[in-house]
T-cell receptor, first 111, second 116 residues
């Protein structure tokens, strides 16, 4: 079963625009993570936000977490063609428990 | 520093056969998790190994089994293959420091299994 649900399922933008993806989950969590996957290859960790944090930044990435709404968002600023990939949110109920992934958002950035 | 390595990268089997997939974790990591990813879907958690024992298991039948060796490498075995087992199988490693799971998973490139 999948804990998180990303929205939208697919997103197409132009280079230079910002991309926002949302993730909703069902139960309380210890942390929420975002991963990126290029064309059916392995996933790459982007950022981890803990349940007591509200916002984190990493380069062009900004992640927010609203535990009251059980939701998170990933913002990629100034998108590049190389950002074209699938993005997944993943949640852990407790530290050390298995990460449960959503179905992902497919981002397409055209030049 | 070698990352997570998986073998084989691709394989084709027929229904009813058995398959073994292998994974070597990132240097310094002691925990291995296995995921199944069907086309167009997110990864589904199969199980996690730590200290050579299965610590957690997802909603997969007993046909799916695993093993972890003293050097932390791991195997995923699937018996009596079904067409629906066709998927990308991903191995991910992580570390436990002072009993605390660090959170981030490092993934291999996966083994793509096709069942005919």
């Amino acid at each position: 079963s999948q804990q998180g649900e990303e929205d939208p399922q697919a997103l197409s933008i132009q280079e230079g625009e910002n991309a926002t993806m949302n993730c909703s989950y069902k139960t309380s969590i210890n942390n929420l993570q975002w991963y990126r996957q290029n064309s059916g290859r392995g996933l790459v960790h982007l950022i981890l936000i803990r349940s007591n944090e509200r916002e984190k930044h990493s380069g062009r990435l900004r992640v927010t977490l609203d535990t009251s709404k059980k939701s998170s968002s990933l913002l990629i600023t100034a998108s590049r063609a190389a950002d074209t990939a699938s993005y997944f949110c993943a949640t852990a109920y407790q530290a050390g428990t298995a990460l449960i992934f959503g179905k992902g958002t497919t981002l397409s950035v055209s030049s | 520093d070698a990352g997570v390595t998986q073998s084989p990268t691709h394989l084709i089997k027929t229904r009813g056969q058995q398959v073994t997939l292998r994974c070597s974790p990132k240097s310094g990591h002691d925990t291995v998790s296995w995921y199944q990813q069907a086309l167009g879907q997110g990864p589904q958690f199969i199980f996690q190994y730590y200290e050579e024992e299965e610590r957690q298991r997802g909603n997969f039948p007993d046909r799916f089994s695993g093993h972890q060796y003293p050097n932390y490498s791991s195997e995923l075995n699937v018996n009596a293959l079904l067409l629906g087992d066709s998927a990308l199988y991903l191995c991910a490693s992580s570390s436990v420091l002072a009993g605390v799971f660090t959170g981030e998973l490092f993934f291999g490139e996966g083994s793509r299994l096709t069942v005919l």
